[in-house]
């Protein structure tokens, strides 16, 4: 990952896309990154792309309508604005922008022309929301970008290629005018080094998989990668002594009484024997995640690890998570530069 170009000059990506397969706390890790990235005086647009309005519930806002609005302030003074994407509206922009047919728009979308060209091409629902992104990335004012960063709470792994590739085959089947034109300009930006797409994972088979896959997916594809985040990670509660020998389960309950005896706890052999069991559980689950973690570092990508956080993700957890992707965009540049 690169900070906004307001805190690292040196950077060149502005446009951040976050995946992840379901249930891996993307929406999350966006929100978390879009603060750190405007960390330090930068202004960065948050972008849903999904119609949940997972952002407004993080930020703890009414939900968001179709147009940008400020959702955070970040650590010195810089700004968070959000964007819940409505394909709709946007299809309006686009045929008032190309076509100056927004009037016309509005009359289609009173008949449900609009609808019904969305379900019968779901890809025209992706070209419009990445042509949308295209436009925030590019927007300029006084010679300068709107926006340091762009991120996007962007669709999950299974369907990301697809959701930033489908734009490509629009250039593909329209040979000229401002229908190629617009789609060979939103791929121009995707496929530039301006971009980057960020995998947010677990320390499970299933999303440890999907990411593998959706690496390989976007190679192939040619969109440029970003970081891995591996998120909810937990910490041992054992010396790495005992927690392998708990994970060989040589830890019993005659091994906890005497200690348990001590601190005068009721309960005897039973609760010792149980506390046992639960200690050789952690151990054994901690080995596989450790496991994991070999090969999500075999994936060749940075990696940033997130913490599992006590509670329900609020607006102090989310904070604590964007200084640590913070800590992670200053290792990067550093890495990268050698400064």
Not at 248 to 267: E, M, S, V, Y
């Amino acid at each position: 990952m690169s900070p906004a170009p307001s805190s690292v000059p040196s950077s060149s990506v502005r446009l951040h896309v976050v995946t992840g397969k379901g249930g891996t706390g993307k929406t999350t890790v966006a929100a978390a990154l879009a603060l750190a990235l405007a960390a330090g005086g930068g202004s960065v647009l948050l972008v849903e792309t999904e119609g949940r309005q997972g952002i407004a519930q993080l930020f703890d806002t009414p939900p968001l309508p179709y147009e940008e609005r400020r959702v955070a302030v970040a650590r010195g003074h810089g700004e968070v604005k959000a964007l819940a994407i409505d394909v709709e509206e946007a299809l309006l922009d686009y045929l008032d922008m190309f076509y100056n047919l927004r009037r016309a728009g509005r009359a289609l979308r009173k008949m449900g022309a609009i609808d019904f060209a969305t379900a019968i091409a779901p890809g025209l629902r992706d070209v419009l929301i990445t042509g949308k992104i295209k436009e925030a990335v590019t927007r300029r004012h006084d010679g300068r970008p709107v926006y340091d960063a762009v991120v996007v709470d962007a669709p999950p792994t299974g369907r990301i290629t697809r959701f930033l590739g489908v734009t490509a085959e629009m250039a593909e089947l329209a040979r000229s005018g401002p229908i190629k034109t617009q789609s060979d300009g939103v791929m121009a930006v995707l496929r530039s080094p301006q971009t980057a797409v960020h995998l947010v994972t677990l320390l499970e088979d299933m999303p440890v998989q999907e990411t593998a896959d959706a690496i390989a997916e976007l190679t192939t594809a040619g969109l440029p990668l970003g970081s891995v985040v591996v998120n909810m990670a937990t910490e041992p509660v054992l010396p790495p002594a005992e927690l392998n020998r708990a994970a060989r389960g040589l830890l019993t309950g005659a091994d906890l009484a005497p200690a348990l005896a001590a601190a005068h706890l009721p309960g005897g052999p039973a609760v010792a024997d149980a506390l046992a069991a639960e200690v050789v559980d952690h151990a054994r689950r901690w080995a596989s995640q450790d496991a994991l973690r070999d090969e999500v570092e075999a994936l060749g990508r940075p990696i940033v690890e997130l913490p599992l956080m006590a509670g329900p993700m609020d607006l102090g957890s989310l904070f604590e998570q964007a200084a640590r992707l913070e800590d992670h965009l200053r290792a990067e540049v550093v890495e990268r530069t050698g400064a």
